[in-house]
Every structure is written in C-alpha cells, then in structure tokens.
C-alpha cells in the first residue's frame, strides 16, 4: 500500500512526528510541509493537520492557521474529494476554515467550544471510548459499528453550531462519524465518559462528502498495544493485560485502524 501524504506543520504543533510514524507504518509515504513551504495540492494524495498548538490559540485555537495560504491548496484538496484529517488542533484548523462541514462559499458554520459539563471545563486529557457510525465518512465505512478506547487531550473541543442544519447533520449521523460513548457503547452524553459535551457527542465532524474529518480525540497515542492502559475496560485493556513480551506491547492498537483506513483512502479510493 502506497500514497503519497502531505502532513502540514503549523507553528506550534507538537504531534507530527507521532502522526508521521504511524502513518508510515500504514504504508504512507509521508512529507513534512514546512512553515513557509508552498504546498501544490496535485503533488499529494491525503492531507493531514496533526494535533498541538498552532499559532499558540491566539484568537481561538485553529483561527490563525486557517487563514494560512496552505488552506487553499486544501481547498482544492477537497474539491477533488481527497482525504483530508484534522487532528484536535488540526480539527480546530479545518473548522475555522469552512472545510468542515463545508457549504456555500465555506462559510464557518460550526465552532469548537471551550468543554463544557460538571467536572469538564478547563484543558482536559484522559483516555475516552469513541464508536465509528452510520459510514457517515466512507473512507472509515470499514471501521462501521467498532468501538475503542482513544485518549483526548483539549481544551477546545465541544462541536457546536447556531445552523440548525449542522445540528441536525450531527445529531442524525450525516456529518458525524464518530461519538463519544462508555466502554458498553451506549452514548457518553452527559455522563462521566462524555469529555466535553460536544452535540450528539460528536468526537468527530465531517462535510457532507465525508472525505474531510476533523477529528477531537488523538488516535496517534493509541496506535501501538503499549500506549493503552493496562486498566482500560473492554477487549482493548484485555489484549494490553494479556501481552507479556516486547514484540507482543508493540502490535497495533486501536488508533491504526483509523489510520489504515485514511491510507487505503488516499492510496486510490476516491470519494
């Protein structure tokens, strides 16, 4: 498996390289785009934005950087329907640029909230369980219906809108791929698995075409056995308590699949 993708490096993310390993053990082919570099969006086939701080938040976490030129390379990006993931920051970035959930003249229809709930507010990281529904993103149609633990690291990361079309796409499944949910798969809201009370419990949004996600969670830290708790409930803490060897800590973990899934995309399946 090959494709050829483009990881942008904002000023101030810190998760590029986590993202760069991870992709390349899909089998990507993996550039680093600079501060400074033009990015030709013919020359790649998927697109990522990795998580961290770009610009430092000034303004809003994300605003800066969306007003990067690299953004209209993006924006061709998408019109050609390749793949194209937002990691927290990177999800950030692609809100406040319009790409998700998209629309007319890509106007910002949707907004990243600071955490909201009892016991939530402020920067939060602790390990969550997100489900992948409805195939609302084709490119993760494979991953329908799995469920795994993810950690998430934010401060800025409840989904909300004043488009009540946005909302209804969210609350139906149509923009939302992902959801927060406990370890038994019944959705987190409110509850003490819900890390920010985003609508829907959405730890993911994407536009209509579902090829451009911006995802809250960081599947990067989850991506090899070793980085899961050894108490994670479920199958995913079961397989990190069973390993007792070197070989048996570094097989995937449950953040691969979504990055397999990305790769597949951007190696040949158009959507």
Not at 10 to 21: I, M, S, Y
Not at 80 to 86: Q, S, T, V, Y
Not at 172 to 200: F, I
């Given at each position: 498996?090959?494709?050829?993708i483009?990881?942008?490096r904002f000023p101030?993310?810190?998760?590029?390289?986590?993202?760069?390993?991870?992709?390349?053990?899909?089998?990507a082919?993996?550039?680093?785009?600079?501060?400074?570099?033009?990015?030709?969006?013919?020359?790649?086939?998927?697109?990522v934005?990795?998580?961290?701080?770009s610009y430092?938040?000034?303004?809003?976490?994300?605003?800066?950087?969306?007003?990067?030129?690299?953004?209209?390379a993006?924006?061709?990006?998408?019109?050609?329907?390749?793949p194209i993931?937002?990691i927290?920051?990177?999800a950030?970035?692609?809100?406040?640029?319009g790409?998700?959930?998209?629309?007319?003249?890509?106007?910002?229809?949707?907004?990243?909230?600071?955490?909201?709930?009892e016991?939530r507010?402020?920067?939060?990281?602790r390990?969550?369980?997100?489900?992948?529904?409805?195939?609302?993103?084709?490119?993760?149609?494979?991953l329908?219906?799995?469920?795994?633990?993810?950690?998430?690291?934010?401060?800025e990361g409840?989904?909300t809108?004043?488009d009540?079309?946005?909302?209804a796409?969210i609350?139906?499944?149509s923009?939302?791929p992902?959801r927060?949910?406990?370890?038994?798969?019944?959705?987190?809201?409110?509850g003490p698995w819900d890390?920010?009370g985003?609508?829907?419990?959405a730890?993911?949004?994407?536009?209509?075409?579902?090829?451009?996600?911006?995802?809250?969670?960081?599947?990067?830290?989850?991506?090899?056995?070793?980085?899961?708790?050894?108490?994670?409930?479920?199958?995913w803490?079961?397989?990190?308590?069973?390993?007792r060897?070197?070989?048996?800590?570094?097989?995937?973990g449950?953040?691969q699949a979504?990055?397999?899934?990305?790769?597949?995309?951007?190696?040949?399946?158009r959507?």
């Amino acid at each position: 498996m090959s494709g050829r993708i483009a990881l942008l490096r904002f000023p101030g993310v810190n998760c590029e390289a986590e993202t760069a390993l991870v992709l390349e053990r899909a089998g990507a082919r993996v550039d680093w785009i600079q501060f400074g570099d033009v990015l030709d969006p013919d020359d790649y086939d998927g697109f990522v934005l990795p998580g961290g701080f770009s610009y430092e938040d000034r303004v809003r976490a994300g605003a800066v950087a969306s007003r990067s030129e690299w953004m209209r390379a993006l924006e061709t990006a998408d019109e050609a329907g390749k793949p194209i993931l937002g990691i927290c920051n990177g999800a950030q970035v692609l809100v406040e640029s319009g790409i998700v959930p998209g629309g007319p003249a890509r106007a910002v229809r949707l907004a990243l909230a600071a955490n909201g709930g009892e016991g939530r507010g402020g920067y939060l990281c602790r390990w969550v369980h997100v489900e992948v529904t409805l195939s609302a993103c084709p490119w993760l149609r494979s991953l329908d219906g799995t469920r795994w633990p993810v950690p998430v690291a934010h401060g800025e990361g409840r989904f909300t809108s004043l488009d009540p079309e946005v909302i209804a796409g969210i609350e139906t499944g149509s923009l939302c791929p992902l959801r927060y949910v406990d370890p038994e798969g019944k959705l987190a809201s409110g509850g003490p698995w819900d890390p920010n009370g985003a609508v829907g419990s959405a730890a993911a949004v994407c536009n209509e075409r579902g090829n451009a996600v911006a995802l809250m969670p960081h599947p990067e830290r989850a991506a090899w056995l070793r980085q899961v708790p050894e108490g994670a409930p479920g199958e995913w803490g079961a397989r990190r308590r069973s390993a007792r060897t070197a070989a048996a800590l570094e097989a995937p973990g449950p953040g691969q699949a979504l990055f397999d899934a990305f790769v597949h995309a951007a190696s040949g399946v158009r959507v």
